[in-house]
């Protein structure tokens, strides 16, 4: 142990964050941890509405995102299958090119530019709650032509290569659920990894959402896959979390920085992400299900950790364990920074877009907190959606995701007369633009939405889809032909009907 740990003042930085678990809400947990064991639990809210259950560190959630360090610790474990310099297409031999070329090992640091299923499917006009299998999503993806972006040059989040890599391995007869029953056993954890919503798991709390009047129950149809599939407890995760500790040649591998093709490095690494508070770095992930939060935190110097589960949408696990861990090490968190002029703008072409609301940046729709970097540079500090910006006179200029951006100013414009018309996609979708709306849906799930002009052919229209709200860019690449573009997936076209 190099740093002196504060425990009593990590548990009261996280005891802030839970006065929303009240007696009539769903809840959550936050626990401390070190090689001896649990520091501190703190539980508030219920486990279930229905049957009043307080919710406690035993009470069994969906981890979500969570999942991605223990599917790596998988692969990394079947070297004699699976290299992460392997094309994926060497083992999914029906995925075309460019998506076949990209390796294992870009499929899961986040630059492989793979366009994530989910998001794909919402510029389908695919609900959320719309069930769908893996074999039918395989055939989906191997349609495919396109990428995000080039392999190598930018870092994007997506769950599409876990997907892909989980499919190779489960060819050679590995599955990746029977794998962490066996691996969390081995440790004292129950953990669990059912690859659809609807699949029962042991003790399962139900997930909510609030509409703004009240709770709901949350659902989704997609088949999970091991981008996060894992179910269990806070006390099975830190248990789980524990051993990964103990496993110093595993964890240097996942954790080890990723270079891009350029040789820059990136903050994310195999199913781990660098978080950097004062002078110091730690390793850790956070999870999104529909109803379900999730994060841990790890200080491998220190051999400790946080680890924060809830059954509730509005939990954010990252603030919480990074401000316990600046308490725990007595350091500095990062300021907000309001350096950048509120706005939105975009990029002289492409689908480029970003919103500034006080600190707060939206980058194609995915939203990050804006911090002081010095000399009027803001920085996400984030390893999952980089960003550093700064103000060149009335131009936002400098990297997001990597990749050098320059944004001017959004120029509304009136809707041009001849964007008005029935646009079809190559998977059977469609949607309609009459005059300045977007229509989207049949039946009573039709839809109309207002089109709001960026410029130069640019276009932003909110769908609204059960607890999500996703803004689209509709950018126009020729006469009979646009692409939808959301952050994970940038890649959707559509042809004007003849």
């Known amino acids: ?172 007869g590995q599955f990746f659920r029977d794998y962490v029953t066996k691996a969390g056993a081995n440790c004292g954890a129950v953990l669990d990894a059912p690859d659809v919503w609807n699949d029962t798991v042991a003790n399962l709390a139900p997930g909510y959402w609030h509409t703004g009047k009240k709770w709901q129950l949350s659902a989704a149809g997609l088949h999970i896959s091991a981008s996060g599939s894992m179910t269990g407890s806070a006390e099975s995760l830190s248990l789980w979390l524990q051993n990964l500790l103990k496993r110093e040649d595993t964890l240097d591998a996942m954790a080890a920085p990723r270079a891009l093709s350029d040789g820059r490095f990136s903050g994310y690494g195999l199913g781990l992400a660098k978080t950097t508070i004062g002078d110091r770095d730690f390793i850790g992930h956070g999870g999104s299900h529909p109803g379900y939060k999730t994060y841990f935190l790890l200080d491998r110097q220190n051999a400790c950790g946080f680890v924060i589960v809830s059954n509730r949408e509005d939990t954010n696990g990252g603030k919480i364990a990074q401000s316990a861990m600046a308490a725990l090490l007595g350091l500095p968190l990062p300021k907000p920074s309001t350096a950048l002029t509120e706005g939105l703008y975009v990029t002289e072409t492409g689908p480029y877009w970003l919103e500034v609301k006080g600190s707060t940046v939206v980058s194609l729709d995915a939203d990050d907190s804006a911090y002081d970097d010095g000399n009027g540079w803001i920085s996400s500090r984030s390893s999952t959606s980089p960003m550093r910006l700064t103000m060149d006179g009335s131009d936002i200029v400098g990297e997001v995701g990597h990749a050098a951006r320059r944004y001017h100013p959004a120029k509304p414009e009136p809707i041009p007369a001849d964007l008005s018309g029935r646009w079809l996609s190559s998977e059977g979708a469609h949607f309609e633009i009459d005059g300045a709306d977007v229509i989207m849906g049949i039946g009573p799930t039709r839809r109309r939405m207002p089109l709001q002009a960026l410029g130069g052919g640019r276009f932003l229209f909110t769908l609204h889809d059960g607890l999500w709200t996703k803004r689209v860019c509709l950018n126009v690449l020729g006469k009979n032909r646009v692409e939808l573009v959301l952050n994970r997936a940038r890649m959707m076209e559509y042809r004007r009907e003849r």
């Not at 539980?43 to 919710?55: I, K």
């Not at 969570?66 to 299958?81: G, I, M, R």
Request: glycine letters at 8%; a negative charge.
């Open 1 to 172: 142990m190099t740093s002196p740990l504060n425990w009593r003042a990590a548990e009261t930085a996280a005891q802030t964050f839970t006065t929303p678990w009240t007696f009539d809400t769903p809840g959550g947990a936050i626990l401390g941890f070190d090689q001896n064991g649990i520091r501190f639990a703190l539980c508030g809210g219920l486990e279930s509405l229905n049957t009043r259950q307080a919710f406690t560190s035993q009470s069994v959630v969906r981890y979500a995102s969570v999942t991605k360090h223990a599917f790596c610790t998988f692969v990394l474990s079947h070297p004699d299958l699976i290299s992460l310099d392997d094309r994926l297409g060497a083992h999914l031999p029906e995925l075309q090119e460019p998506l076949a070329s990209v390796t294992v090992g870009r499929a899961l640091d986040m630059s492989g530019g793979l366009p994530d299923t989910r998001e794909a499917l919402s510029l389908l006009g695919l609900s959320v709650y719309t069930e769908t299998q893996a074999p039918a999503l395989l055939e989906f993806l191997a349609r495919m032509t396109r990428l995000n972006f080039e392999a190598g040059t930018e870092i994007s989040y997506s769950n599409t290569g876990y997907r892909l890599v989980e499919a190779a391995l489960e060819r050679k």
